[in-house]
């Protein structure tokens, strides 16, 4: 037997090494503790046969004894065959190389059984300098003995041998089964954390976390569970302070911008209004607030419900010159914060007396924020007041006076925009014309309603008119789109149809002569129209279409006909279209319904559906002996139910 022979004897692992760490012989143990053949084992570097998280330490072991010619030692866990990891005490020297010249190391288990308390040393090392708590528990003996660690977690557990039956009465009845779950299930892997609330002696509950791996403490040697445990209290408490603001933050954050998104999409004072004071005192702590716009001058006044308006009585119809700081606040742009009583005297002393005035100072302080934009002349401001101490901020102060300013510039938007409403609306009742009200042997009626969208304004039209020879022209149409050039579109269309008729006598030169008109015109809108001439007398209804909307004919007995006209495409798209015409007869007690797209097509409506259902709606009216007036209303509120985002117009014409 040489020398090698005898290095590699015993039940313990060992293994010769070459300088740079290379295997060059092992016994059996070693190689199963690096659980691969001895075969597979030669000729590899020794640091790569461990675990990762073993292999920095086996490798620094090896490195130490080669160079520095010297014994090295270090715990370190094998992994196991089928059980715990096996925690040794590994010794590296250098040893001359049986085989010839130089030197090799020798790498083997220390049997450690006598002294298992030199394997547990890295162990409270590396539990110290985490500032943790390191536990070894016995399952046979149902201990748990404190190894050590940070001394604040030694505090907590001043007896260093405990049963585990005192352990788990220390713990809060909610958590014993996890720390009973945690013991039982110990594996050879790291367990997660297991947060549990414990009762020391002399303080109150701690949160602790713990986490459990099963370890064998050498080769033969017995298990052991190793517990580790963190004091998460400070943290804890930390966590929850800071979820707490978080959440406020959060909230705050969604009522700002709910606040911020309701400013802009208001549509009208009274909607601004209910905004403002529903939201202001809850989103900036406060108690109550006030609104007050400016109207030719005067101050008017709203409130919520935490100021009474016999309390702002005063304000309301101040005009705007008073010496009082609300007016003053608009008329500067500049904010004011009121802390007291004696500030407000010696700032205003003429300002006007409030029976609110008597609470500044002890628990009441009041802020005004201009409701102001860049550039122009605040329309109002509005007012808060604070209670029980509360002040509020710069950062809360520079927020509101940002909130004010969307505000002020909301207000200028709507009012701008009821005035463009105004105007509007005075614009299309000019361009409409009004039916007649005296038609021989026929009731017409019509209803108009532009869009929603924009000025209010929109681009269908009708008209109703008695030619030279008697018989009674009619016509609807509809401009692409619905905003002021529509509607001035509109107006040219209807004018030119109108004089074209007085010199033509049939519906379809008519159209082709105002086609011709608006093609020269090289306008940037097209229009679609339907145009028809009635003979009161016998009933005879000569029509024509540019691309509309079929009429609809409705019977007093409930029944009802769609009919396409004859025709050609659109006004104002193609020169020198020739439009076809058609006659047919309308009976008596039967009417005619010329509709534009807006009544018959919405989001969910297709045309067709659309034309039927306004056609049973006619025909209901006349079974119930309703007037062209009534049956023009009816369909036009069935109309508005759809929801289509367009102007609607509607022409009845009833032969009685």
Not at 252 to 260: G, L
Not at 382 to 409: F, I, K, N
Not at 636 to 655: E, K, S, T, W
Request: aromatic residues 6%.
């Amino acid at each position: 037997m040489d020398a090698s022979d005898k290095l590699l004897q015993g039940a313990d692992p060992a293994a010769l090494l070459t300088p740079d760490g290379v295997i060059s012989g092992l016994n059996a143990a070693m190689a199963i503790a690096l659980g691969r053949p001895a075969a597979k084992c030669l000729g590899r570097a020794f640091g790569d046969l461990w675990p990762p998280s073993q292999r920095m330490s086996a490798q620094s072991l090896v490195v130490q004894a080669a160079r520095a010619k010297t014994v090295a030692m270090r715990v370190l866990d094998f992994p196991g065959q089928g059980g715990a990891p096996v925690a040794c005490l590994i010794e590296a020297q250098p040893v001359k190389n049986p085989a010839g010249d130089g030197q090799l190391v020798w790498v083997h288990a220390l049997d450690a059984r006598n002294d298992l308390a030199s394997l547990l040393i890295p162990f409270r090392m590396a539990t110290t300098a985490a500032r943790l708590g390191l536990w070894l528990y016995s399952p046979d003996g149902h201990k748990l003995e404190w190894l050590g660690g940070a001394p604040a977690l030694a505090a907590l557990f001043p007896d260093p041998t405990l049963p585990l039956s005192a352990a788990i009465s220390a713990v809060h009845p909610d958590d014993r089964e996890a720390l009973r779950q945690l013991l039982r299930s110990a594996s050879t892997q790291q367990s997660p954390w297991v947060r549990l609330r414990y009762l020391p002696q002399h303080e109150g509950w701690h949160q602790l976390a713990a986490q459990t791996r099963r370890i064998q403490l050498g080769y033969g040697g017995p298990e052991r569970i190793f517990g580790v445990v963190r004091d998460d209290t400070r943290q804890e408490k930390r966590k929850e302070k800071a979820q707490a603001e978080l959440t406020a933050e959060r909230q705050r954050a969604k009522d700002i911008s709910d606040f911020s998104s309701a400013l802009i999409t208001a549509a009208t004072e009274k909607e601004l209004q209910q905004i403002a004071l529903t939201r202001l005192a809850a989103t900036f702590g406060a108690t109550s607030a006030l609104l007050a716009l400016v109207d030719e001058g005067r101050l008017y006044v709203s409130t919520d419900a935490g100021i009474a308006m016999w309390e702002v009585g005063a304000l309301h119809g101040m005009p705007l010159d008073d010496p009082s700081p609300l007016p003053e606040a608009i008329r500067t742009g500049r904010p004011h914060f009121i802390p007291d009583r004696r500030d407000y005297v010696h700032r205003w002393p003429h300002g006007a007396e409030l029976p609110w005035l008597g609470r500044l100072g002890s628990d009441y302080a009041v802020s005004i924020t201009p409701l102001s934009e860049s550039g122009n002349q605040p329309l109002g401001a509005w007012l808060v007041t604070y209670g029980s101490g509360y002040r509020p901020t710069l950062d809360e102060m520079t927020l509101m006076g940002t909130l004010a300013d969307l505000a002020g510039q909301a207000l200028r938007r709507i009012r701008l925009q009821q005035a463009q409403v105004e105007l509007a609306t005075a614009l299309q009742k000019a361009m409409l014309p009004t039916v007649p009200d005296h038609l021989a042997g026929l009731e017409v009626a019509a209803r108009y309603r532009p869009s929603r969208n924009g000025l209010d304004i929109g681009g269908d039209w009708y008209d109703a008119f008695v030619m030279p020879d008697g018989t009674v022209a009619l016509e609807i149409g509809d401009v692409q789109g619905h905003d002021v050039d529509a509607a001035a579109f509109m107006g040219q269309v209807r004018l030119s149809m109108r004089a074209i008729a007085d010199q033509e006598r049939d519906p379809r030169t008519v159209l082709v002569r105002t086609n011709e008109l608006l093609t020269t015109m090289d306008p940037p809108r097209f229009a679609s129209c339907t145009m028809l001439h009635i003979d009161p007398r016998d009933g005879q209804v000569t029509g024509a279409s540019a691309g509309h909307v079929p009429l609809l004919c409705a019977r007093k007995d409930g029944s009802h006909s769609i009919r396409e006209l004859a025709g050609g495409p659109v006004l104002g798209v193609v020169p020198g279209t020739e439009y076809r015409e058609e006659t047919f007869t309308l009976d008596e007690d039967s009417a005619l319904v010329m509709v534009t797209d807006g009544v018959v097509e919405g989001p969910s409506l297709t045309l067709e559906d659309g034309l039927e259902r306004a056609g049973t709606l006619a025909g209901a009216a006349l079974r119930d002996g309703l007037n062209a007036e009534e049956t023009a209303d009816r369909i036009l509120d069935a109309a508005v139910a759809v929801g289509h985002l367009d102007d609607v117009a509607v022409l009845v014409i009833r032969r009685a």
